[in-house]
């Protein structure tokens, strides 16, 4: 970790006594990313954050399975479990994010929850909760930004993307959440490079362990400066 990425994290530090920091992951999908935070936390004594809840803006992410398997409680944040499905049909997608964004809001206030993190969570984040949050949503997005990021940036998208602009390297990066779209302040960047023949697939397959890596070590690194 770079000193600036340091300096990042100090300047929204909170000075309290030792602790684990309260931690959120929001997750939309598999959930590989949430599990090397899980198997992180299992192994490492002491571990400087605890995942307190997993929110999915989906029913269908296995995400949630596996939090269950860990014991961590579990909510549905969608617009449909939140609005009803006929107000999630009449909505416009910035109320659906609005909604999102409330609830998450109301349940980490309920729960306490100090650090809140993005790991393959589709839903942009919206209101208050960004406001009473600044500078303490990390988010994991595939690629090396400022590149490759924005609305529809996500996935597959993402390395068909970096694939078709020919670039020799790609990566994933850990950067705060503000009110764009993949535009806050970098945490870090793991890079691997573009091979000769790759497919959206296998770009990502290589990429998997980086970000896995770059979960975790923001994750303890922000976790430290907020509440050790």
């Excluded at 000193?3 to 000075?15: F, K, M």
């Excluded at 936390?41 to 398997?69: L, N």
């Excluded at 597959?156 to 959440?177: I, N, P, Q, R």
């Excluded at 000769?196 to 975790?216: F, S």
Aim: proline fraction near 4%; hydrophobic fraction near 40%.
């Amino acid at each position: 970790m770079d000193r600036a990425a340091e300096n990042r994290l100090s300047e929204n530090a909170v000075h309290k006594p030792n602790k684990a920091c309260k931690t959120a992951v929001l997750v939309s999908g598999g959930g590989t990313n949430l599990q090397a935070l899980i198997d992180y936390e299992k192994t490492q004594a002491p571990c400087p954050y605890r995942i307190e809840a997993v929110f999915s803006d989906t029913k269908k992410a296995y995400a949630i399975e596996r939090a269950c398997k860990a014991g961590i409680r579990t909510e549905i944040v969608s617009p449909y479990a939140i609005l009803g499905a006929q107000g999630a049909a009449q909505a416009s997608k910035n109320e659906k994010r609005q909604a999102v964004s409330k609830r998450i809001l109301a349940l980490c206030k309920e729960r306490g929850i100090e650090l809140i993190v993005l790991a393959g969570f589709l839903t942009v984040l919206s209101g208050k909760l960004i406001d009473e949050y600044e500078g303490r949503i990390i988010n994991l997005h595939p690629a090396l930004l400022p590149d490759f990021g924005g609305e529809g940036m996500w996935g597959h998208h993402v390395h068909e993307a970096v694939l078709a602009s020919g670039k020799k390297e790609s990566g994933c990066t850990v950067h705060f959440v503000n009110s764009g779209c993949d535009t806050g302040k970098i945490i870090l960047q793991k890079k691997i490079p573009v091979l000769p023949g790759d497919t959206p697939e296998t770009l990502a397959a290589r990429l998997a362990p980086e970000e896995h890596k770059a979960i975790v070590e923001a994750v303890c690194m922000a976790a430290k400066a907020l509440c050790i």
